[in-house]
């Protein structure tokens, strides 16, 4: 059978991308499966769901980031069946991805940025007057007023994002891939970013968005499919269906709630953990506060989840609070016990009973050329040591205790922690961490990157440090395992807390809706 | 026998880069003893012993503080001109204001301890790349060598010279042999057996994985064999010639340091901030305090060197110390350092830079040319490091575990699998 496109079948709204029945393991997990995907020519097609959906999956392997062969499916472009072997064949056919993170080089021009890869060349030698008078002419078609002399890192975020767009056209895109564009932008240049995005659609190029921002889907896309758990729940024509913010929060959220948590009966105590006014600000642009004015209580034996999406702020929150961790402290006080506590470093944090679980484990949580034992002890040396020497019968013993106690998979804690599943992993890092006998842990990500049967433990070990008194934060982007888990929810926006739930009166409309938007917002309409 | 590779191994302790350093003990063995056949005898007799152990002790004094800062994964390129400073300020004290010996080596540690407080600081409290601030300190120490010495050279005392050119003392009965240094042998064979006893108990208390009775033995056996016929080397020398007194402040240092770096909280520090510095951050470690302190005892230990050096050699010049850095960063990487940081050991970068200094000294006395045997040692560095990098790529831990992997069996221990959402359902 030959299949042609002709006249008939591209009448209307001719079709310019579609994916069938992709499906993409990763050993254990399977991060795509029979997802299928309509894009039409010149339209705005928005990709929504939750973390860790599989949206970055799917536009990753539509741009050659996972080439043919590693995924199964088809993919249809302009009536092909196209066999991308990296991102280099995807950009020739002219479908560009800008990612999340900008791959802009901060040291270059803009100049030498856009072309980077693509230079204007004679021979191997650039014609940089081309290439300049090119730049120029791209600049001005993005609307970007500036010098293509400058270099990348003396302007901003907003900027940066219009020079990665101006790249993508200089090499003739048709279909441009945008993943989150204006996660780190703020109002004013998200507002530009998305005039110009419709804009591109004047001038026939079609933009398949990935967004956590519901309210710019909703006024800028044309049509939006949902992805959940690796697969294609719908695809929504925003006009035509009459699509709004709650609908699109169902189809992201739909699942029920499954019996994937231990039996527990909270036994709450009084508030213990309190903080007050915490406002930081980012590491390195002064202006930017990742925290604002955040003030939120624990009460013993109390799980308190955090929810908000990425870039929300939560991670920062939490770090800034373990030993100023993260950014430039502004203010804010720690009040513990009625008594206000000073937290300057780490040390004092581990010393005030505060433990911090990060999102990371293979970056923040472990060295990995250690082995389980010596995981286990390192983050309170003290309480195994005589003096300043390490007693390594009892350190072994203690690694042994907490093997047998959380179940860590291992034939000797002589192991090296590399050779762990993450899930075993994570039970090293809860070792160390409950090692130090904290009144109050802080899990960022608790079960990130771990199987059904290992989270399951997990929140089983979460639960036996409520029951025992402490106060555990829970920071999550699971939204049922916020709800499965917690006593009460806060959730975070753009720095600031916006919402505090009881978890039996919350659902996961009502947490997107305080993820996605401000207090004042939501009372405004 | 398949089975009992794993606990062979077992003889040469514990730990991750065990498997490297089984691997360089049998490289130093065989390197001893193909010089051995090829010089006719002549490395292993005692004069050239005693002269090896007296003219590398200082370079591998360097290697034990290089070692620590290659955990962190810095270079210090000045420990030559801190010696060589810590020479001439000493040198300079002694003859011109008639400073007494012991308070001369004191000023020069103090000085070391400054200079590496120096180093340390801005490093670790400013941020500036160790590579580079030993790079400046390379210059500026060696520059303030020849300002303080003229660029002349200054002699020493001779009861300073006992540090770098001293022996044990001839006395007791007339054995043949330097008495001392028997004593010595001694002493170090039962503190060799002492050790493996107590360190067997402490595996049978923690119900750790043990190697077979019959392989510590051996292992203890062999060691002693060692050290017994080392001592008699060494005892047998010249008359008035033994161990030197240079060896044994190595001896001391290498115990120390093993100690330091394997069993204090410090020395866990150390490895947990070159490991992954933000996970030790995020442990309560506090970086900078690290990376200060382990530049500072670089420094000490180079100014240590440099007075042993000077001690050895009569007097201060202002080419002392020239290259050194070299020679120990090579020692550390031969002996299983890793460039990221993270691992090392103090006994690798022993067995490193002693490979090192038979493979200098067997070429030397086979009349191989100076310019000859820097190549050989440039290639050899870069073969030991390529065979590591190379078997590291392929998932291997080691020369050695390439050459023993036949003869392994399957690792027997398999976890029982727990039916995990069964189990661990809390009872409340």
Known sequence: MTWTPSGVLVSTEPTILEMRSITKEFPGVKALSDVNLTVKAGEIHAICGENGAGKSTLMKVLSGVYPYGTYAGDIVYQGEVCRFKDIAASEHAGIVIIHQELALIPTLSITENIFLGNEPARRGVIDWQEAKLRAVELLARVGLDENPDTLIKNIGVGKQQLVEIAKAMSKQVKLLILDEPTAALNQSDSRHLLDLIQGLKGRGITSIMISHKLDELEAIADSITILRDGRTIETLDVVGDGVDEDRIIRGMVGRSLESRFPEHTPNIGEVFFEVRDWTVQHPMVAERLVCKDSAFTVRRGEIVGFAGLMGAGRTELAMSLFGRSYGTYVSGQIIKDGVEIRVPDVASAIRHGMAYVSEDRKVLGLNLLDDIKRSTVSAKLTKISRGQVVDKAEEHAVAEQYRTSLRIKTPSVDEGVSKLSGGNQQKVVLAKWMFTDPDLLILDEPTRGIDVGAKFEIYGVIQQLANQGKGVVVISSELPELLGLCDRIYTIFEGSITNELAARDADPESLMRSMTSSTKKKTSR | MTT??????????????????????????????????????????????????????????????????????????????????????????????????????????????????????????????????????????????????????????????????????????????????????????????????????????????????????????????????????????????????????????????????????????????????????????????????????????????????????????????????????????????????????????????????????????????????????????????????????????????????????????????????????PTS
């Open chain 2, 4 to 425: 009992r590779i794993s606990d062979l191994k077992k003889m040469f302790g514990g730990g991750a880069s065990t498997g490297r350093q089984f691997g360089m003990i049998f490289t130093l063995v065989g390197i001893i003893l193909l010089f051995q056949v090829l010089t006719d005898g002549l490395t292993l007799d005692p004069i050239n012993l005693i002269a090896l152990v007296s003219q590398y002790s200082y370079i591998l004094i360097l290697a034990i503080g290089m070692l620590m800062v290659i955990i962190l994964g810095n270079i210090d390129l000045s420990v030559g001109s801190v010696a060589a400073v810590a020479g001439i300020v000493v040198a300079k004290a002694m003859a011109t204001f008639d400073l007494s010996w012991p308070l001369a080596i004191v000023l020069g540690l103090l000085l070391g301890a400054a200079i590496g407080a120096w180093q340390g600081f801005w490093v670790a409290y400013v941020g500036v790349p160790a590579f580079i601030v030993t790079l400046g300190g390379l210059l500026l120490f060696r520059g303030m060598n020849q300002f303080i010495g003229n660029a002349q050279t200054i002699p020493v005392p001779a009861e300073f010279r006992v540090i770098g050119s001293g022996y044990l003392p001839e006395i007791g009965p007339d054995t043949g042999y330097n008495n001392l240094t028997l004593l010595l042998g001694l002493l170090v064979a039962i503190a060799l057996a002492f050790r493996e006893v107590r360190m067997r108990r402490t595996q049978r208390a923690m119900g750790s994985d043990m190697a077979p009775t019959w392989v510590s033995a051996v292992k203890v056996t062999l060691l002693i064999a060692v050290v017994v016929y080392a001592s008699m080397l060494f005892a047998g020398g010249r008359v008035g010639t033994s161990f030197p007194v240079s060896g044994i402040i190595l001896l001391v240092l290498v115990v120390v340091y093993s100690f330091l770096t394997n069993n204090t909280i410090f020395g866990r520090h150390v490895y947990a901030v070159g490991g992954n510095a933000l996970a030790a951050r995020l442990s309560g470690v506090k970086n900078k305090h690290v990376h200060f302190l382990v530049m500072m005892n670089m420094s000490i230990l180079a100014s240590l060197a440099g007075m042993i050096f000077v001690a050895r050699s009569a007097a201060s010049g202002p080419q002392d110390g020239l290259n050194w850095e070299l020679d120990a960063i090579a020692a550390c990487f031969i002996g299983g350092a890793a460039v990221a940081g993270g691992v090392g050991t103090v006994t690798g970068a022993m067995v490193g830079g002693l490979v090192m200094a038979v493979l200098n000294n067997g070429l030397q006395l086979m009349g191989v040319g100076a310019d000859k045997v820097q190549m050989i040692k440039g290639l050899v560095l870069l073969l030991a490091v390529a065979v590591d990098v190379y078997n590291k790529s392929q998932g291997r831990p080691s020369l050695t575990g390439m050459l023993t992997r036949r003869f392994q069996r399957v690792p027997e221990v398999e976890p029982t699998p727990v039916p995990a959402a069964e189990t661990s359902r």
